[in-house]
């Protein structure tokens, strides 16, 4: 069994649980179209699906390492697996550092900033596209979640100062 096998299991299990957990919330009076649970709810069955692709790419390729008639499939070297874990901590680092500034910082200008981590953190290189992009997509999510879909975001302290 390969890693993709395994962790599309476990993130299928925790994405299943965080399903129950969010179609579990209570519904309240003041609830609107959408409810308390909907995008948690949405989250889950998107993650759901993501675990199962994952699970499904790890099979294809656990088959075809097998089909080849390699006794033993390569594996990577423990240095290559550790800089991989290194690179997904990173980005979980910066999805915790997205959830500590949001309240403060706000949505748009949250959400710019985690654009700009993100690419700088995989390109490991600031070109000069990134701040426009950064800013039509805060504001492109603005109006998607905001505008179209009616769901609050937190304003942060902006409002204080304007």
Known sequence: MNRDIVCGCGTFVFAV??????????ESMLAD???????????????????????GSGLMKWRKEHADGADAPQAKSG???????RRAFGMLALGAGYVVILPWAGYVVSIALL?????WYQERAFMRWLVPTAIA???GFWVIFVE?????????????FI
């Open 17 to 26: 649980a965080y399903y129950l957990t969010a179609a579990a919330i209570p």
């Open 115 to 119: 654009i700009v981590a993100v690419a």
């Open 33 to 55: 179209a959408v409810g308390p649970q909907g995008l948690p709810e949405a989250y889950g069955i998107a993650l759901a699906i993501l675990s199962l692709l994952l699970v």
């Open 148 to 160: 179209v879909l009616e769901i609050a975001e937190p304003a942060g302290l902006w409002p204080h």
């Open 137 to 139: 997509g805060a504001l």
């Open 79 to 85: 240095r290559r697996d550790w800089e991989d874990a």
